[in-house]
């Protein structure tokens, strides 16, 4: 329920953003698209404690989703999705993804992580590519979503508190805790 539910809020979130992104004032703002199914997928990741299966499902819906709204080719995403939350299971015990200029980073870091899994993917299948404007859409997909990794976590934090069992666990889920 707690996997589905962090789904549903990455499907409205994305849904939004998919909707005004493109209408923004500012023009470099444009070309920074944030990858919010990377964030949700790093999300799950970080926070998936015994069983990763069900974390990586979310993952997989969440990037399906971002699929289908972006106009992407299906699966493109999903995979990347799914590759992403391994990524985050991987370094959850190594660091602590609490605070603005960590979460700032690591948000970053999953931006670029998740674009440069799109470069590779596409030069694995042949299909042509400018390396100049693969890296320029690199560097600005990792701004983009690092401006908005820290409001996707707090949200993702507020859902985890709302399944909290104890007053603890609720104070732990919203500062960015996991066990």
């Not at 444009?30 to 799950?44: E, F, G, S």
Request: charged share 15%.
């Amino acid at each position: 329920m707690r996997t589905a539910s962090h789904v549903l809020v990455a499907y409205v979130v994305l849904l939004v953003l998919s909707s005004i992104w493109r209408d923004l004032p500012i023009g470099l703002v444009r070309d920074a698209t944030p990858d919010v199914a990377a964030l949700v997928a790093a999300y799950l990741g970080l926070t998936a404690r015994n069983y990763i299966a069900p974390a990586v499902a979310g993952a997989v819906a969440t990037g399906y989703l971002a699929d289908l709204l972006g106009g992407a080719p299906p699966g493109l995403h999903a995979l990347i999705a799914g590759a992403v939350c391994l990524l985050g299971h991987g370094v959850h015990r190594r660091i602590l993804v609490r605070g603005v200029a960590m979460t700032l980073g690591f948000s970053a870091f999953v931006g670029a992580a998740a674009s440069l899994c799109v470069v590779m993917i596409r030069v694995l299948s042949n299909h042509p590519l400018e390396m100049s404007f693969a890296m320029r859409e690199l560097v600005l997909v990792a701004i983009g979503t690092a401006a908005i990794g820290p409001l996707v976590f707090r949200l993702h934090r507020r859902i985890d508190a709302a399944f909290a069992r104890t007053h603890r666990e609720r104070d732990a889920a919203l500062e960015g805790i996991t066990q």
